[in-house]
Structure formats: C-alpha cells, structure tokens
C-alpha cells in the first residue's frame, strides 16, 4: 500500500537553530515527493518538490530538503528557524504511475518555534 | 495570477441535507482536485477531474459527488450529510502542460460543519 509516515506530530525548536521535520514514504516505482505548509485558518501552500535530479532540493522560505531513496526518506530541513516559521507541515507523495495528481499526505507535523 | 478560489468559506448545514462547494482554480489550470481534511482521518483525496471527467477517485461513498465545467471551474456536491461529514474541504489545481510543474495549488479550503 501506499503511504507516507510523519512519525513526529510536533517538533519544537528554539529560534535560530536548524530544524529538521522527518517524512518517510512507501510507494511502488520512483515518487514525486512534495512538502506542503498550512498555517491556522489557512488551505496548503507549495515549499518545494523532488522530481527527479539532485537530492537536494531547495525550496521557498529557506526550506529544503533532502530525498534518500535507500532510506526512502525525504526530511524537510532549515538551517535557521524563525518564530513564523511554525504551523503545519504536510509530506506528501505522487506515485509516480498512475495517480495523476493524486497525493497522498503524511499526518502532518506541528513545527512550534520558540523565541 | 489570482490564487485558487474557494466559495463559501464557511457553511454550516443539517444532517441530511446535502451541500455544494465551489472552487476556481488559477487561470490556465485543467486539473483541479478535492481533498477532505479532518483531525482524525487527516487530508484524503476525494477525486481529480480533467477536462470535465473524472480520472481519479478516492475511497469515499457515493454521496461526494463533483464536476467540472468547460471553464474548469469544479463543484462538489455531497447528498444525505452526516456528522462525520464535518470538514475542512480544499480544492487545488494544477498544470497538466506538457513540462508542467506538477504541484498543486491549494485554495482557503470551504470549512462545513454538519449539525
């Protein structure tokens, strides 16, 4: 079956220090790995994607992350936390046959970030 | 461009009624996708509609229901309303260009609570 575990429902990180939320996925062939951010009251926004190349993806707001295809991981990453940078974070892939643009979300991570 | 469009924001209905949302996706997008967002399930794909067919569907009941019109504006129609129906409902939409992007973008979501 396809899925995608966040196994931390929060993570709690002083400001200024980096922070790293973890997202590892299960699906048959090579997925499109994406990582979602949704503050209160608020639908998804877009920070970044693995496609394919590099493992290394940057993204918006400072964010990146890396995609580990042995570990099947695709951890969110940031060298330097802000105070606005907490909400909600969503994992999520698309297989990459058949799906269309169907995604399947991990449960999601609370990203608390402490003055 | 104008983001994702979602109408009503908030409803509030009856158990055994049934409801419409609506959703406008960013101009130039075809795909447009709904997804169901609740505390215990999480985010679920309801369906994807493409050129006003449907080539995706989750696992839902019969009584979530969508379309989409020639200008790819979607609406999801769900009959008999349950309390369990009560939801956070986002739309997004997405490029299908050749090349295309492959994210989606979300809309504020349609929030419906079931009494």
């Known amino acids: 079956a396809q899925s995608v575990a966040q196994p931390e429902d929060q993570v709690n990180v002083a400001e200024g220090n980096p922070l790293t939320v973890k997202c590892t996925y299960s699906?048959?062939?090579?997925?499109?790995l994406f990582w979602y951010v949704q503050y209160p009251n608020r639908g998804l926004q877009f920070l970044l994607k693995y496609i394919t190349g590099d493992n290394l993806v940057k993204g918006s707001y400072g964010f990146e992350a890396e995609f580990n295809k042995s570990q099947t991981s695709f951890h969110l990453k940031k060298p330097s936390a802000l105070v606005s940078d907490s909400a909600l974070y969503f994992c999520?892939?698309?297989?990459?046959?058949?799906?269309?643009?169907?995604?399947?979300f991990g449960a999601g991570t609370r990203l608390a970030v402490h003055p | 461009k104008a983001g994702v469009t979602q109408t009503p924001r908030y409803l509030i209905k009856t158990r055994g009624q049934q409801v419409t949302l609506s959703c406008s996706p960013i101009s130039g997008h075809r795909s447009v996708s709904w997804y169901q967002q609740t505390p215990g399930q999480g985010l679920q794909f309801l369906f994807e509609?493409?050129?006003?067919?449907?080539?995706n569907k989750g696992n839902f009941p019969g009584r979530f229901s969508g379309r989409q019109f020639s200008n790819s504006r979607s609406e999801m129609n769900v009959s008999t309303l349950e309390l369990g129906d009560s939801a956070l409902y986002l739309c997004a939409s997405s490029s299908t260009l050749a090349g295309g992007n492959y994210e989606q973008y979300f809309g504020p979501g349609t929030r419906l609570t079931v009494t």
């Open positions: 699906v048959s062939g090579n997925p499109y």
């Open positions: 999520a892939v698309r297989p990459f046959s058949g799906g269309y643009n169907k995604l399947i």
């Open positions: 509609y493409f050129s006003e067919t449907q080539r």
